[in-house]
């Protein structure tokens, strides 16, 4: 009964999301002129809820070390989001730089600790800026950046230091730390156990056993072009849309230079214009943009950070999600201080379809030794994780599958540990 009962929900949210599906392509497929196309916007204002810098910018992995031999891992988002307000509410003492053998011995010392990372690094005094900590930056590291909060309850003290340890700046700080620990043991929080050693690749968290993690499926919305028309222009009022059909590629331009083209086969969306924030900050004048997507593309957080280019993804229960043809991101890059290039795909995930299916993930050195039989470089291994794959539905172009696999950012780039190692038997890289 509870198979039927479970594809009857499925049935009819498909069913629901196909009706609106036809009633958006209605509307796609028939802007007879510009003046349509205007009154189509304007019929759009003040439906997306704006986001906010500091839902984006976020920590996506918990790692509490309960003891000297016991580090446990979780990406409960609504923990991370708790713990994370609680902190930033201390009170700060005066910042002060470790040396680089302070910071070794820090990291080394058996103190009670959370740790909570980000996807990549960026600037401490944004972070300080954006989520209103009361602290003062010493001189020499203003322009420094980071990945990791860490609370030593032993010694009352807070860390903000890169993954390398080779900027870490320690403040005293007071705080109700038993209310952090309560949350800690919650016993309804499930953790992974890890280690960390200086043996482990890009002084990374290693998984210590296998882990056992749900696929999930999730219908998703095709997004009209006025979403994006709407969030990228800097003049979304006044647009020409070029000659379109049902299987044609939309592409929309105004006389301002500003470009967007949605191409039909994939759903990628590709914009080109100038850039509407000048503010001498790549991760403030990127996110203005993903303020104005509000949800429309699901939970965007913070990813990655390349010369000039910054790249928001979704996650789904605190992973990343990974796709073709720029599903599951918005990759923004600017070009000569005044252009913008934005990258993104119309294909949306929405709404999730209850599933009891599971993949389990060998642990960490059990897939990097498969990897290093193929021949794997491990000093070109960047980083690694746990993500969703998005693929498509054998059933249904209307629903989508994520799928648990390894990814490693390999030489700049995150490829699952599959694709790596058909890659390394081809010989496509070493």
């Known amino acids: 009964m509870t198979q039927i009962g479970e594809r009857i929900v499925r049935i009819s949210l498909i069913l629901m999301v196909i009706l ?8 796609w497929t028939n ?26 910018y976020v920590p996506i992995k918990l790692f509490y070390q309960k003891s000297d031999d016991t580090i446990l891992y979780t990406n409960r988002e609504s923990l991370i989001s708790n713990i994370q307000d609680e902190i930033t509410n201390y009170k700060f003492s ?21 740790d909570l990372t980000f996807p990549t690094e960026m600037p401490i005094s944004f972070y300080l800026d954006n989520y209103g900590v009361k602290a003062t930056l010493p001189s020499e590291v203003k322009n420094s950046k980071f990945s990791r909060v860490i609370l030593d309850f032993d010694n009352s003290k807070v860390y903000f230091s890169s993954r390398t340890n080779e900027t870490v700046i320690e403040y005293i700080v007071d705080g109700n730390f038993q209310k952090i620990l309560d949350m800690l043991e919650n016993k309804d929080i499930t953790y992974y156990p890890v280690t960390l050693s200086n043996n482990n690749v890009s002084n990374v968290y290693y998984l210590s056993k296998p882990s056992n993690l749900k696929i999930y499926s999730y219908i998703i919305a095709t997004q009209s072009f006025t979403t994006f028309s709407k969030a990228f222009f800097n003049q979304s009022e006044d647009l020409y849309l070029g000659e379109n059909g049902a299987d044609s590629d939309v592409n929309l331009s105004n006389g301002e230079g500003e470009s967007l083209t949605i191409q039909s086969k994939t759903g990628e969306v590709s914009y080109f214009g100038k850039l509407q924030y000048s503010k001498d900050d790549i991760y403030f004048s990127t996110f203005k943009y993903i303020e104005n997507l509000g949800n429309t593309i699901g939970s965007l957080r913070y990813s990655e950070a390349k010369t000039n280019e910054i790249i928001y993804r979704n996650y789904v229960e605190g992973f990343p999600v990974f796709g073709n043809h720029s599903k599951g991101v918005v990759d923004i890059a600017i070009q000569n201080q005044k252009n913008v290039r934005i990258l993104t795909n119309q294909e949306t995930i929405q709404i999730p379809i209850p599933s009891n299916d599971t993949v389990t993930l060998p642990q960490t050195t059990e897939m990097l030794a498969d990897l290093e039989n193929h021949g794997i470089d491990k000093s070109k291994i960047l980083d690694m994780q746990i993500g969703y794959e998005w693929q498509s539905n054998t059933e249904t172009k209307q629903v989508v599958d994520l799928v648990p696999k390894w990814y490693l950012n390999y030489n700049g780039s995150w490829k699952s540990n599959e694709q790596l190692r058909s890659e390394l038997q081809e010989g496509v890289v070493d």
């Open 20 to 27: 609106s599906l036809i009633l958006s392509w209605k509307i």
């Open 31 to 56: 802007p007879s002129s510009n003046h349509a196309l205007n009154e189509f916007n304007q019929k759009s204002n003040d439906v997306i809820q704006q986001k906010k810098i500091t839902d984006v």
């Open 94 to 114: 005066e910042g002060r730089v470790l040396s680089r053998s302070e910071a070794e011995q820090a990291s080394q010392a058996p103190t009670r600790n959370v």
